[in-house]
């Protein structure tokens, strides 16, 4: 349990006691080699090493014999799965262990079940569930520990749901919080999420100031998420600054870190860094093989987005698929029943049993129906810009794709058209986001009365709009 509580406030601490009592091989019982083998898979989590924890931690849960051990298993399983975009079996485990959640008596596996399912459901864009279960972390265990985890998982989802500024109180507090609590990965954490606001309302010296206060613990932690997402918010800053060349070092410095397979928002935002460097000094070359991994990152952060919801709302359908046969077995329990008590009059159990019947036939249909139109309106959010209607990003370079491809084959012609709305910014800061989206429906619907049926017509983002005819 000792070494256990080091996983997170000293991981370097964490990782050396565990190979020290591998090394020293002390006998252990059956109940301690269930634990140990636990560790061994955290271990593996923490160095990102996934595939390698999965066996380990189904073997505790599924023999271990340890309800509370094996309720920890599955919360580290469920974390692993999401990060390892499995988000469907992630989201299964998250139902059970939501299910499992009040017989959990153990206050320490409770608090951990509930930060995995905070962080797991954040994921999945459930920013409310999120911030729900996070409150519930700090009612578990009222102490300065719990308060750090509990609140760097509420601005966790805070910031996912587009609700944090870098002066939202809750930030700073969280900050102090985990500082108090003397857990430097959690502070760093919310310490690289106020950097990243900072960038994003453009103030970029802000940022260098505090990744080079923090910069320190981040090596001496050696935690790769943060070392590579400093390294991207440094290249950021300085982009931001007008400092080209010391950005396009610090973008490479960034993809040196990562594994060329690698594909995280964090790569995306290099790749963005060194696109504009280059394209801004004129080597189009260079720009152009950027902006390539750039489209293929952003690709696959919104196939992974998509992906996420698809899993949560398909999980949701079998829960309320076996939630409706569970149901209609019941229906049908109580009908064999009646035609038992009711054998003398065989007449009237037979109309009852028909109108049973049908009213089973209605609720199946009626289930049928609302699945379709469930996963009809999926499919239109999932291929149309949420504003305008038209098609989005992902779709439109898609489509436009399959286009071409159908077109090189008959030897057709196409033309691609790439529209950017002068002044829009303005627009936006002069009249508001609102008047901005007006403006936007309005381009859109000008756009529209010129195109044929057959035409492609997709927003890229923002004010960029592209045509395919």
């Not at 989590?45 to 920890?72: C, R, T, W, Y």
């Not at 601005?155 to 609700?163: D, G, M, P, T």
């Not at 010391?246 to 410095?253: C, E, G, I, N």
């Not at 594994?259 to 790569?267: E, F």
Request: proline content about 3%; overall charge neutral.
């Amino acid at each position: 349990d000792q070494t256990e509580g080091l996983r997170i406030k000293d991981h370097r601490q964490f990782a050396e006691r565990l190979a020290q009592i591998h090394r020293e091989s002390p006998v252990l019982t059956a109940a301690e080699q269930w634990h140990l083998r636990y560790l061994d898979a955290l271990e593996f989590s923490m160095d990102g090493k996934f595939a390698a924890a999965e066996k380990p931690l189904q073997d505790v849960i599924d023999h271990s014999g340890n309800p509370m051990l094996a309720a920890k298993a599955s919360a580290l399983l469920m974390n692993n799965l999401a990060v390892t975009r499995r988000y469907e079996d992630a989201f299964k485990l998250a139902q059970q262990l939501t299910i499992d959640l009040p017989r959990i008596q153990d206050k320490t596996v409770r608090l951990q079940v509930l930060s995995y399912l905070s962080q797991t459901l954040n994921l999945a864009g459930q920013t409310d569930l999120a911030i729900k279960y996070a409150h519930m972390m700090e009612d578990t265990v009222p102490s300065i520990t719990t308060s750090c985890y509990s609140r760097s998982k509420l601005v966790a989802a805070l910031y996912n749901a587009k609700r944090l500024t870098s002066s939202s109180p809750e930030l700073k507090q969280v900050i102090d919080t985990c500082e108090t609590a003397r857990q430097p990965i959690m502070a760093t954490a919310m310490q690289l999420i106020l950097g990243t606001l900072h960038l994003e309302e453009h103030q970029p010296a802000k940022t260098l100031s505090l990744l080079d206060r923090i910069a320190p613990g981040i090596r001496l932690n050696r935690y790769y998420p943060h070392t590579l997402s400093a390294q991207v918010q440094r290249a950021q800053a300085y982009e931001q600054l007008g400092k080209d060349e010391v950005a396009r070092k610090a973008a490479l410095a960034a993809l040196a870190m990562a594994s060329p397979d690698d594909v995280n928002d964090y790569l995306m935002d290099a790749y963005g860094v060194l696109y504009r460097v280059t394209k801004r000094h004129g080597n189009t070359a260079s720009a152009l093989a950027y902006y390539e991994h750039y489209v293929t990152q952003t690709k696959d952060s919104l196939d992974d987005a998509a992906a996420q919801a698809l899993a949560y709302q398909t999980v949701q359908q079998q829960v309320l698929t076996r939630k409706l046969e569970t149901e209609e077995l019941g229906k049908q329990n109580s009908v064999l029943k009646l035609q038992r008590a009711l054998d003398a009059k065989a007449a009237e159990a037979s109309r009852l049993y028909i109108t049973l019947l049908i009213i089973l036939l209605a609720a199946i249909a009626l289930w049928l129906f609302r699945t379709m139109r469930s996963q009809r309106r999926f499919k239109r959010m999932a291929t149309c810009d949420g504003l305008t209607g038209i098609l989005n990003h992902q779709h439109f370079i898609h489509e436009a794709g399959r286009v071409l491809h159908l077109l090189e084959k008959k030897l057709g012609h196409a033309c691609l058209i790439s529209i950017d709305l002068d002044h829009f910014k303005q627009v936006n800061d002069t009249y508001g986001h609102a008047m901005g989206d007006v403006v936007l429906k309005l381009a859109v619907a000008i756009c529209q009365q010129h195109l044929r049926p057959s035409d492609l017509f997709g927003r890229l983002g923002g004010e960029e709009f592209g045509i395919l005819l």
